[in-house]
């Protein structure tokens, strides 16, 4: 079966950085990624999709990157700031079917 | 527009005891999933419904259960209820699968005592 791996350690990081994230997967190479930040006692918050065929995606100060034969995916915010202190999670379709897949998240802590 | 609603947000039950938690999707959208977050283990798949049938379904026991009606609000249940389903439990719509990404509610949280 699919395994999705992120690192389980918090990322620490100074205001105004850049904070990147890592998302392994095994098996099969999905059609596309996704990423989502969670807060403290609420649901996931869809960010970006990325597809096999894209390399890289933008959205404001995150920027995705999906490398099918390493089979990962790197997840950025430039310039960060206290607000994105959060736990990012990154997701993908399972083999066979629509349902979706999510890794255990990897929490980051911008420090002031 | 309104986002996805669960109700309730917190709830307290004993064991043994059996419990039903109601999702209300984005208006307009088919595909209803539920997930079970826990600490140790992530967000973990319970089953999808589209156009009240189930497409999919995860790999838990048989006293979870869910339905979809006809106007695509979800509706999931648990029996005989034990420690370890102590959770967040999660809905997620979008309108026909994940590819354009999911909503998600605020969730409710379990807690079995």
């Given at each position: 079966s699919q395994k999705i791996e992120q690192n389980s350690e918090a990322l620490n990081i100074q205001e105004g950085k850049t904070a990147t994230l890592t998302c392994n997967y095994t098996n099969y190479s999905p059609a596309y990624l996704q990423w989502y930040r969670q807060d403290p006692g609420r649901g996931p918050v869809f960010l970006l999709l990325i597809r096999e065929n894209e390399k890289e995606k933008r959205k404001e100060r995150l920027k995705v990157t999906f490398d099918t034969t390493l089979k990962q995916s790197l997840f950025h915010i430039t310039a960060?700031?206290?607000?994105?202190?959060a736990t990012y999670l990154c997701a993908l379709p399972s083999y066979g079917n629509n349902r979706l897949a999510f890794g255990k998240g990897n929490q980051v802590v911008v420090i002031p | 527009k309104a986002g996805v609603t669960q109700t309730p947000r917190y709830l307290i039950k004993t064991r043994g005891q059996q419990v039903t938690l109601s999702c209300s999707p984005i208006s307009g959208h088919r595909s209803v999933s539920w997930y079970q977050q826990t600490p140790g283990q992530g967000l973990q798949f319970l089953f999808e419904y589209f156009s009240e049938t189930q497409r999919n379904k995860g790999n838990?026991?048989?006293r979870f259960s869910g339905r979809q009606f006809s106007n695509s609000r979800s509706e999931m249940n648990v029996s005989?209820?034990?420690?370890?389903?102590s959770a967040l439990y999660l809905c997620a719509s979008s309108l026909a699968g994940s590819e354009g990404g999911y909503t998600f509610g605020s969730g409710t949280r379990l807690t079995v005592v």
């Open positions: 960060s700031q206290p607000a994105d202190s | 838990f026991p048989g005989t209820l034990e420690l370890g389903d």
